[in-house]
C-alpha cells in the first residue's frame, strides 16, 4: 500500500506511516477500497481482453485462422526447416545444434503468443501440435529428397525418433505460452492485487492457525494465494521445459 501523503510504500496493516508519521486510520479502509477496486478493473480488463479475443474469431473466422496459421505455424516451421536444412545439409554439423533450435524456437513463439493474441492453454497445444506436424514432415521430405530416400521412416527406431522431436517441439511451445501467461497475466495481477484475499487463501491461512490477528491473517492469505497464484504456472512451465529438452536431446544422448 501506498501512504496517500508521501507516497511511500507502507504495510497494509499500518496505522501510522514511519515515513512521514500521518495518522493514517481515518483514510486506511478508503485505501483498501482502492486497492480492492484497482485488483477488480485489472480482472475485469483481463476479461474483456480475452472476449475481445473470442469476438474477433467470431467476427473474422477466416482472417483469424490464417494469421495464427502464419505467424504461429507456418513461420516457426519455416525457420526450423531452415536450421535443419544449415546443420544437416550445408555444414553438416552436430544434430545437437537442431535440436537446440527446436527448443528455443518454437519457445520464443509460444511465448509471444500470448501477448500478442491472448492465446490460451488450449489454443496453445493446438498451435504447438501443428507447429509439430508441419515441421517435422517438411524436414522428412528436405532429408529424402536430399538423400533420395523414402520420406517417411520405415523402421520403428525412425518414427520413434520422430515422435520424440515433434513431442520436443510441441512441449517448447507449451513452455513459452505458459510463460508468457505467467509474466504477462500473472505477475501483474499479484503486484496490482488489493488487500482482500480470496476465500480460499483466507481458508487455507485459518487452518494454519486460529490464534494470529486479522491483520496478521489476511497477509498469510495473500502470501498463500500469490503462491497458489504462481505455483501452477511455474510448474507447468518446468515440467513442459524438462520434456521438451529430454525429448529433443534424447536421441543424442542415448
Given amino acids: 500500500m501506498e501512504c496517500p501523503f508521501c507516497a511511500e510504500n507502507i504495510k497494509h496493516e499500518a496505522l501510522v506511516c514511519r515515513h512521514c508519521s500521518r495518522d493514517l486510520r481515518v483514510?486506511?479502509?478508503?485505501?483498501?477500497?482502492?486497492?480492492?477496486i484497482v485488483s477488480d478493473l485489472d480482472e475485469l480488463r483481463q476479461d474483456l481482453d480475452r472476449?475481445?479475443?473470442?469476438?474477433?474469431r467470431y467476427r473474422n473466422p477466416l482472417r483469424y485462422f490464417v494469421t495464427y496459421a502464419v505467424l504461429y505455424v507456418l513461420i516457426p516451421a519455416l525457420l526450423l526447416v531452415i536450421a535443419?536444412?544449415?546443420?544437416?545439409?550445408?555444414?553438416?554439423?552436430?544434430?545437437?545444434?537442431?535440436?537446440?533450435?527446436?527448443?528455443?524456437?518454437?519457445?520464443?513463439?509460444?511465448f509471444a503468443a500470448y501477448p500478442l493474441h491472448k492465446v490460451s492453454?488450449?489454443?496453445?497445444?493446438?498451435?504447438?501440435?501443428?507447429?509439430?506436424?508441419?515441421?517435422?514432415?517438411?524436414?522428412?521430405?528436405?532429408?529424402?529428397?536430399?538423400?533420395?530416400?523414402?520420406i517417411l521412416p520405415e523402421v520403428w527406431i525412425?518414427?520413434?525418433?520422430?515422435?520424440?522431436?515433434?513431442?520436443?517441439?510441441?512441449?517448447?511451445?507449451?513452455?513459452?505460452?505458459?510463460?508468457?501467461?505467467?509474466?504477462?497475466?500473472v505477475m501483474p495481477r499479484i503486484l496490482t492485487q488489493g488487500s482482500k484475499p480470496n476465500a480460499l487463501a483466507l481458508r487455507i491461512a485459518r487452518l494454519l492457525g486460529h490464534h494470529v490477528g486479522d491483520e496478521q491473517l489476511r497477509r498469510r492469505a495473500r502470501l498463500i494465494q500469490n503462491l497458489i497464484q504462481?505455483?501452477?504456472?511455474?510448474?507447468?512451465?518446468?515440467?513442459t521445459a524438462v520434456g521438451s529438452i529430454y525429448a529433443g536431446l534424447k536421441g543424442i544422448l542415448s
Avoid at 472476449?51 to 474477433?56: M, Q, R
Avoid at 496453445?124 to 529428397?145: E, K, N, R
Fill in 230 to 239: 504462481t505455483a501452477g504456472p511455474l510448474v507447468g512451465v518446468a515440467a
Fill in 121 to 150: 492453454m488450449n489454443s496453445a497445444l493446438v498451435l504447438g501440435v501443428s507447429t509439430a506436424v508441419v515441421s517435422v514432415l517438411a524436414m522428412l521430405a528436405v532429408t529424402g529428397l536430399h538423400d533420395n530416400v523414402p
Fill in 27 to 36: 483514510v486506511r479502509p478508503m485505501l483498501l477500497e482502492i486497492d480492492d
Fill in 84 to 110: 535443419h536444412i544449415l546443420v544437416t545439409i550445408v555444414f553438416n554439423i552436430s544434430p545437437l545444434w537442431l535440436r537446440l533450435a527446436s527448443v528455443a524456437i518454437p519457445v520464443l513463439f509460444g
Fill in 158 to 185: 525412425e518414427w520413434r525418433e520422430v515422435f520424440e522431436y515433434g513431442a520436443s517441439i510441441l512441449l517448447a511451445f507449451v513452455s513459452g505460452n505458459i510463460l508468457g501467461v505467467l509474466i504477462f497475466q
Fill in 51 to 56: 472476449v475481445n479475443a473470442a469476438l474477433e
